[in-house]
């Protein structure tokens, strides 16, 4: 069984950062995509971020050149680092991958819970 865990969601002002982290834990052999996504209330939810094993990364428009996305391989943990923050980022931010467990049975689209992200006008 494997599982992702966010964590670093909160209440924050306008312009300010956030860190979100996102573990994944159990039996992992291997994680290829990693992805963050958000959902307000009454809407789709939208990927935000994703990037590869070997590091490539991609972003949505409403994201680029305030949010970036990395991963610690060894921690099997990624992370969205989220800068010059505003209103419209208000969501929950949710973690999801690809994942390839110590049985060499592949996982794709594990979700974690989300965390909540809160910024203030």
């Known amino acids: 069984q494997v599982q992702l865990v966010e964590s670093g969601g909160g209440l924050v002002q306008t312009g300010r950062s956030l860190r979100l982290s996102c573990a994944a834990s159990?039996?992992?052999?291997?994680?290829?995509?990693m992805r963050w996504h958000r959902q307000v209330p009454g809407k789709q939810r939208e990927m935000v971020a994703s990037?590869?094993?070997?590091?490539?990364?991609n972003y949505a428009d409403s994201v680029k050149g305030r949010f970036t996305i990395s991963r610690d391989n060894v921690k099997n943990t990624a992370y969205l680092q989220m800068s010059s923050l505003k209103p419209e980022d208000t969501a929950v931010y949710y973690c999801?991958?690809?994942?390839?467990?110590?049985?060499?049975?592949?996982?794709?689209?594990?979700w974690g819970r989300g965390t909540q992200v809160t910024v203030s006008s």
């Open positions: 990037i590869t094993s070997d590091g490539t990364t």
């Open positions: 999801n991958a690809d994942i390839e467990t110590g049985e060499r049975r592949w996982v794709f689209d594990k």
């Open positions: 159990g039996n992992i052999f291997h994680i290829s995509n």
